[in-house]
């Protein structure tokens, strides 16, 4: 779609950036499926490229209707705050990280030179950064942050034409994107570049059409193609995993900040981010709230006091308490399958209960579990079917809680979960990154009515740590896995995210995967069978007698019908 031209000048108009993000959007949803089909591992969860066009897509509906005469500024504010609160996924969270510092370069302005504009696109790089704790040269932040600097080197060769300095954006990002194998070894031997590299080399080519041109990308999809692969998008479902670390001291606290103090708090998270995890530092004119797991609280209430007083201090022995609450608490550790409530209306709830808890799930039948296991809401999602930041905010407001607990159940939806809590003001938000079913499940069992929100959480997230994960599923496209070929519809088992079975019959790999881990513990006595669509309640229970007969006969072993459509099995062993 050509628009009508406008006089040229060395600056970029608010019109020209709205249809710059539109062309953008588009460019990647054209181009999506071949993104995701850059993801390395061959199980079905290619989703950076959906993820990334939904993201950009949601920002480009929200600008589509702005005024010709608005200021940059304006419009990219409304891009900023329509993709972080849609963003999916970790590559549509720090995009919409990217383009928030975009905003805040832009903000007040009416149009933008080369020097706004390499000065915002650093600044988007900064905010992408600062949101993963250890970010990983050969992703898409390398790309966004060689962009950047291709940008800023234009500028300082004395190009003052803002279409220029984006050429210079654009071929860093094309150079930085051909680098990434050489980065990561992964890549490396799977042939490929990075996927989430390769969606910001696309929605900046989009919108450097409209810069250069005027020209708007078509996505090539009508109306009802949109509409159908948003259908397909939440029917899909996958999960992938990973490990937790804890420490011995639940440390909080909140500084009264000295005015004439001008450090930044930035660099008290960066501090205790080297001394524990779970960091969490909020801040605003007044005060900084802090949450940090560690060994050494006294150490980061010492690098508190550099930013001012001491309001409130708290500091908890996770160990102690999750002891004294195994001594008094018998968990329940028997799973049925229960069937699936009527989804609940997203209307939002006055938080009158103290504790309440949001889950995300696929399948009625692992929706039904988790809220008979105490969820107020069941938001439907998975690897491929991420739920927005958006539809986490309004779980969060439809649970009558002062505390609301979300658990993502899903590594690749942690992010998105962990941008409701500042969005949230009147209760608290509080994020147990649980990266797989089974973790979700027994966090869940572990709930202690009695106990207050910090107790739960610390007891929660234990008994998610505690939990072994074995998956069955698929293999999406035929790949090369060490030195093993794996052929389309070969039946995959993976045992904690990590592959190591390659079978022909989902039974059979069932047994092998619950087997193994069963190895791992000598006093391993609960095993959980969840089984999807593509199992017959026959071959479920094929599996649980083929696995009581090479187990000891003291393991507990319970079938669930999870009832979602991607993995054939998906194994607890605790």
């Not at 705050?81 to 805040?104: D, E, H, Q």
């Not at 696109?121 to 950064?129: N, R």
């Not at 942050?145 to 210079?168: I, K």
């Not at 980065?183 to 989430?196: E, M």
């Amino acid at each position: 779609m050509e628009l009508e031209s406008k006089d040229v000048f060395l600056v970029i108009q608010g019109y020209q950036f709205k249809n710059a993000v539109i062309s953008g959007s588009n460019h990647i949803a054209k181009y999506k499926k071949q993104v995701n089909e850059l993801n390395i591992f061959p199980v079905p969860d290619g989703d950076t490229g959906t993820n990334m066009s939904m993201t950009a897509g949601a920002a480009a509906d929200g600008v589509s209707a702005l005024s010709e005469d608005i200021g940059i500024g304006e419009a990219a504010k409304k891009v900023s705050s329509t993709m972080l609160r849609n963003a999916r996924g970790n590559s549509g969270v720090i995009l919409s990280l990217l383009f928030r510092g975009l905003a805040k370069g832009l903000e007040g302005l009416h149009e933008a030179g080369a020097g706004d504009l390499v000065k915002a696109l650093e600044l988007g790089v900064e905010e992408a950064y600062k949101a993963v704790m250890k970010p990983t040269e050969g992703t898409m932040l390398t790309v966004a942050r060689v962009a950047a600097e291709r940008g800023r080197e234009a500028l300082e060769n004395g190009t003052e034409d803002p279409v220029q300095v984006w050429d210079a954006v654009c071929a860093g990002a094309g150079d930085a994107l051909e680098e990434t194998p050489e980065l990561l070894p992964v890549l490396k031997r799977a042939g490929v570049v990075d996927a989430g590299g390769q969606g910001v080399c696309l929605i900046f080519e989009g919108m450097r059409s409209v810069f250069r041109s005027g020209i708007i990308i078509e996505s090539g999809l009508s109306e009802e193609e949109k509409a159908q692969e948003t259908e397909a998008f939440f029917r899909n479902v996958a999960a992938e995993f990973d490990s937790e670390i804890n420490f011995t001291y639940c440390t909080e606290f909140i500084v009264g900040r000295d005015p004439e103090i001008k450090k930044d708090p930035l660099d008290l998270r960066l501090f205790l981010e080297t001394i524990g995890d779970c960091v969490v530092v909020v801040d605003d004119e007044e005060i900084i709230k802090t949450h940090v797991h560690t060994e050494n609280p006294g150490n980061a209430l010492q690098a508190a006091l550099q930013y001012g007083q001491l309001l409130t201090v708290k500091i908890e022995n996770m160990k102690e308490q999750h002891r004294k609450a195994a001594e008094e608490n018998q968990a329940r550790k028997t799973v049925s399958g229960a069937q699936a409530q009527p989804k609940p209306a997203l209307e939002q709830q006055a938080p009158v209960e103290e504790l309440g808890f949001v889950s995300v799930a696929a399948g009625e039948g692992l929706r039904g579990l988790f809220m008979e296991l105490g969820c107020a809401v069941v938001v439907s999602g998975g690897q491929t079917m991420n739920p927005s930041t958006e539809d986490l905010l309004q779980a969060v407001l439809a649970t009558p809680a002062k505390t609301v607990f979300i658990l993502p159940n899903n590594k690749n939806i942690i992010m998105a979960a962990e941008q409701v809590v500042p969005l949230v003001t009147d209760r608290e938000v509080v994020v147990l990154p649980t990266r797989t079913i089974p973790q979700g499940v027994s966090a869940m069992l572990a709930f202690d009515p009695d106990g207050d929100g910090e107790e739960n959480r610390q007891h929660m997230m234990e008994a998610a740590g505690n939990v072994d994960t074995g998956l069955v599923t698929f293999a999406a496209r035929d790949s090369e896995f060490g030195s093993s070929t794996i052929r389309q519809g070969d039946i995959l088992g993976l045992k904690n995210g990590k592959l190591d079975y390659i079978e022909k019959d989902p039974v059979s790999a069932c047994v092998r995967v619950a087997r193994s881990l069963a190895r791992r513990h000598e006093d391993t006595s609960f095993i959980t069978l969840i089984y999807g669509e593509g199992i017959t309640a026959q071959q479920a229970e094929e599996a649980k007698r083929l696995l009581a007969a090479k187990v000891s006969s003291d393991v507990e072993i319970t079938l669930v019908d999870g009832g979602q459509p991607v993995y054939y099995f998906i194994i607890s062993v605790e």
